[in-house]
Nanobody, 124 residues
Framework: QVQLVESGGGLVQAGGSFRLSCAAS????????MGWFRQAPGKEREFVAS????????DYTNSVKGRFTCSRDNAKNTVYLQMNSLKPEDTAVYYC?????????????????WGQGTQVTVSS
């Protein structure tokens, strides 16, 4: 079992950047494909990005392609989400998630392990 803790959120102006981190407990982090999801006020949680177990493959939702980059450091048990050129519509609580299942997963139901979330607010 893995426990996930996100950090790195906050308030930024449009056009700014953040790097979110998700630290995982346990010695088997490299067994988990990881994902990032977000939930804006009044909306359902949505897929943002995912990365395979050793980081060779990534996937992104269309709205963040070219602006967000997902990476991981298995030696540090950490996955990252670098967010550049932020827009007000990126405002949401961002969650990291882990799965022992698919190599890379975009569906929320594929993930069995979730962090508590970190707030990202982008002002216009």
């Amino acid at each position: 079992q893995v426990q996930l803790v996100e950090s790195g959120g906050g308030l930024v102006q449009a056009g700014g950047s953040f790097r979110l981190s998700c630290a995982a407990s346990g010695r088997t982090f490299s067994s988990y494909a990881m994902g990032w999801f977000r939930q804006a006020p009044g909306k359902e949680r949505e897929f943002v990005a995912s990365i395979s177990r050793i980081g060779c493959s990534t996937d992104y939702t269309n709205s963040v392609k070219g602006r967000f980059t997902c990476s991981r450091d298995n030696a540090k048990n950490t996955v990252y989400l670098q967010m550049n050129s932020l827009k007000p519509e990126d405002t949401a609580v961002y969650y990291c998630a882990g799965t022992l299942g698919p190599i890379i997963a975009t569906l929320e139901k594929a993930y069995g392990y979730w962090g508590q979330g970190t707030q990202v607010t982008v002002s216009s």
